[in-house]
Each structure stands twice: as C-alpha cells, then as structure tokens.
C-alpha cells in the first residue's frame, strides 16, 4: 500500500464519519456552523454578470430620475466651490509680505 491509497482511505473514513456525526446532531437539533454536508451554493459567472448588469440598470435609472427636468448628467454636476483666485492668491502674498516687512523692522528696533 502507497501513501496515495492510505491518504485516499483515510479521507474517505473522514467522510463517512463526518455524515455519521451530521446525522447524529440532526436528531439531536444541534448544528455546527452550515448545514451537515452542504456546501455553499456558488453563482455562475453568467449569472453575476447579468444581476451585475441590472444593477448598473438601476443606478443609471435612479440617476435619470434624481436630475432636474431637461438636464443631463454631465450638465447636473456642480460647479466647485471655495478655493482662492489667482488674484486673490496675489492679494494675499503681498499683504502677508507687508507684515512680514513690519514685524522685522519691529524686531530690529525693539
């Protein structure tokens, strides 16, 4: 006997007393975890795609109708708010260079 069939009759024993110990709990009314013996159910890709697809249906329907009437998506988004001009920026830098003019003369006398 190779390690291959040990291995192979091993599991097989793991199997039968797995199913030995589910139907035992099942008559008792305790479970571990999911279901004895059952495996999660897994979603064909086909099946993801075409919910995927549904979903992205309801989105783009929900944005439809969130617009005002006789706008489009592109022309519903806000303008950006806040932030400085480059005038402003200017205004700005020269005030703060004024003070930091003064605040150095009033160092030097002081």
């Known amino acids: 006997m190779n390690i291959q069939e040990i291995v192979?009759?091993?599991?097989?024993?793991?199997?039968?007393?797995?199913?030995?110990i589910a139907a035992l709990q099942s008559l008792d009314?305790?479970?571990?975890?999911?279901?004895?013996?059952?495996?999660?159910?897994?979603?064909?890709?086909?099946?993801?795609?075409?919910?995927?697809a549904a979903q992205r249906a309801r989105w783009a329907k929900q944005k439809r109708t969130s617009l005002p009437k006789g706008k489009t998506a592109t022309a519903a988004k806000k303008p950006r708010r806040g932030g400085i001009t480059a005038a402003g920026r200017k205004r700005l830098s020269e005030m703060m260079k004024k003070r930091w003019a003064e605040r150095k003369k009033q160092a030097k006398t002081a």
Not at 34 to 52: D, L, T
């Open 8 to 20: 192979a009759d091993l599991r097989a024993q793991r199997g039968r007393l797995n199913g030995a």
């Open 29 to 52: 009314g305790t479970r571990e975890g999911r279901a004895a013996g059952r495996r999660p159910r897994r979603m064909s890709a086909a099946a993801r795609a075409r919910i995927a």
